[in-house]
């Protein structure tokens, strides 16, 4: 709906929480914006600028950070992605809460849950009579439960967002890649659109067409996203039903993919973009003044993968981590969407709840009290009654500082109460009427005059900038460096970064993946293959590989082992000329000369996840020597590059 601003009304007077936008910013906000520069409408029109947000994407910026919840048969096959055969009696966790995970995610200053209703194996994790590979033919409830339905509600009680990832890949329906699959799919989404009250996303998943089981056919279908699913149209059927959620990714959508999992937002990542499906490095930028609103979720998981793995309990991110991991995303402005896969209980295991309540009660008390209140704010211009400079310090999102129509580059200055010390200044544009401002810098004044201590680029939703240590000024001043339209600026607030307690991870098991001193190369393609059994996800071995060429590691054991399977950890470098492997050829030896192959198969969604890869034999394989073949890459490069590989016993 396109909203043309025009007269004084203001509904909503309500201050923001501490760290949020104001969970209604996008009503009622018309108030002074009639006349305000080259920007004059809200809801989807294009102007010099570029677009602006409509209402439900207003309302999605405001929710900045929530949680993302894989939970599936994958959970039970300590897979990443499910084939489509997997028996539904597999799905059995031991100690089910819903509470205890949304819980969790509470205390770790998240404001939502999207759960995986369905991921690419087709197992659907609420009663649903379309399919009988769903949770009603499972253990679970003696068959009567609805996972979907337990994570809504325990939501609603904590006073948390819901929302749903349905994938558009189906790997277990006989019918996917034909028209029947699309009539059994638009079902589902109404279903889940219809039986669990509002929800705030709809996700659907980029992983589209490859291997799989199919109803028993056992083959590889190729799809043409864009034309097969007419995503339009399920948009559409989302918003019929659901007109607040915003829906994830394909061209059209209401949200964009940041362009990598690894939890990083461009310096600077604008809400715009062009009107065409953007490449990796074109989704992690966004384009200054594009045709449109599509701004960057930024998503990652708390572990390596995205379903839970019990050698992993030793590799989830720490709260200094998870510090590294804000800066990188919500104080660029994109909204974080961070995954917790419960375990085979169903609950979150223990270190991920430590880390979660440490970084959130850290936060808590950083984002507590705003350090510039008490402050007295200037500014070189003003556009006259009601966009004064105070208005930056008044906490309603819906009043702002602003200049007349033809000052692009003021200035406004914060003379702060004495002793006044901070590490983090966050700015906020009136997000209503779009990206204005292009650079900004910060100047600092201990009493010998000013000092530039930070510059940017890109405002909007918020910029958080941190400090490298804390600092006691008397004034503070917010320069536009550059925009294309005088400024609309609704926050500058200032805070002191409370430190996360630390957190002690469990100590890697043994049990688990060999040593890496258990390990030697003994042949490869190409030099530097040492990199893949040092124990360093940042050193890498990289060699050229054609089209569909290949690549061969040979690597022997210390001694004759058994032998589970293999992880595979991709280089997290995005946008360069190397790719992971497309598929893989697993062999192994006791003499080195003659080979029993132990695994093959396609790598899942590797291009894009760049997560560990955890590979599992169909038997145990006895070793002195494993040859592993990489055929192809995942995306159209030069190289292939691989980080790391991991044998478990």
Request: net charge neutral; aromatic share 10%.
């Amino acid at each position: 709906m396109t909203q043309e601003f025009s007269g004084s009304r203001h509904v909503d007077h309500h201050p923001p929480q501490d760290a949020g936008l104001g969970a209604r910013i996008g009503l009622g906000l018309d108030r002074h914006v009639e006349r305000l520069g080259a920007q004059t409408r809200v809801g989807g029109r294009t102007s010099t600028l570029g677009r602006n947000p409509s209402p439900r994407q207003l309302a999605w910026h405001a929710r900045e950070q929530y949680a993302f919840v894989h939970f599936s048969i994958n959970t039970f096959t300590d897979r990443e992605w499910g084939y489509g055969d997997e028996d539904p009696k597999l799905f059995a966790p031991t100690d089910f809460s819903a509470d205890q995970i949304v819980g969790a995610a509470k205390a770790g200053g998240l404001r939502g849950i999207v759960l995986t209703a369905k991921h690419h194996d087709g197992f659907c994790l609420w009663p649903t009579m379309l399919t009988e590979h769903c949770v009603r033919n499972s253990p679970f409830r003696d068959g009567k439960g609805d996972i979907v339905r337990e994570f809504e509600q325990a939501a609603r009680r904590a006073g948390m967002d819901f929302g749903i990832y349905l994938s558009p890949w189906d790997r277990n329906h006989a019918d996917y890649g034909r028209p029947a699959y699309l009539e059994y799919y638009r079902k589902q989404i109404v279903e889940l659109c219809t039986r669990y009250g509002t929800l705030f996303e709809f996700w659907f998943d980029g992983a589209n067409g490859g291997d799989g089981y199919y109803g028993g056919a056992r083959e590889t279908r190729k799809i043409d996203s864009e034309t097969y699913y007419n995503w339009p149209s399920i948009f559409a059927l989302v918003h019929q039903h659901q007109p607040m959620a915003c829906t994830f990714e394909p061209l059209g959508a209401d949200l964009r993919w940041v362009g990598n999992e690894d939890g990083v937002a461009g310096d600077p990542c604008w809400p715009t973009m062009a009107d065409h499906k953007p490449s990796q490095a074109e989704g992690n930028a966004g384009l200054r003044g594009g045709p449109l609103w599509w701004p960057a979720e930024t998503n990652t998981s708390i572990r390596p993968g995205w379903f839970y793995h019990a050698d992993e309990d030793s590799k989830v991110k720490d709260p200094q981590r998870m510090l590294k991991l804000f800066d990188e995303s919500v104080a660029r402005g994109t909204n974080l969407i961070l995954n917790l896969p419960p375990d085979r209980r169903g609950r979150l295991a223990d270190p991920d709840v430590a880390v979660l309540h440490a970084f959130g009660d850290a936060q808590r008390a950083t984002f507590a009290k705003d350090r510039a209140q008490g402050a007295i704010a200037s500014a070189d211009h003003v556009r006259g009654p009601g966009f004064a400079a105070a208005n930056v310090l008044d906490r309603d999102p819906a009043r702002y500082w602003s200049t007349p129509d033809s000052i692009h580059t003021p200035s406004l200055v914060l003379d702060l109460p004495p002793g006044t010390s901070f590490d983090l200044v966050r700015i906020r544009e009136f997000l209503p009427l779009g990206v204005r401002v292009d650079r900004f810098a910060i100047d600092i004044d201990h009493g010998a005059g000013w000092t530039e201590v930070a510059r940017g680029e890109c405002i909007a939703a918020q910029r958080v900038v941190r400090l490298p240590t804390p600092v006691v000024a008397r004034r503070l001043r917010l320069r536009i460096v550059a925009a294309q339209a005088c400024p609309a600026i609704s926050e500058v607030a200032l805070f002191r970064q409370v430190a996360p307690v630390a957190v002690q991870l469990p100590a890697a098991r043994a049990r688990d993946v060999l040593p890496s001193s258990d390990l030697s190369v003994v042949s490869a393609s190409g030099s530097g293959a040492g990199a893949l059994i040092d124990n360093d996800p940042g050193s890498v071995w990289q060699v050229p590989v054609a089209a569909a060429g290949s690549a061969t590691v040979t690597l022997k054991l210390a001694r004759r082992q058994p032998l589970g399977g293999f992880i595979l950890t991709p280089s997290r470098a995005v946008n360069t000329d190397s790719a992971p492997p497309k598929r893989f050829v697993v062999e192994t030896s006791l003499d080195g000369r003659s080979w029993s192959k132990a695994a093959s198969d396609e790598f899942s969604n590797i291009a894009n996840a760049l997560s560990p890869q955890r590979i599992l034999f169909g038997t145990k394989a006895d070793a002195v020597y494993v040859r592993m073949t990489f055929i192809g890459l995942a995306a159209p490069k030069t190289h292939l590059a691989i980080a790391g590989i991991d044998l478990f016993r």
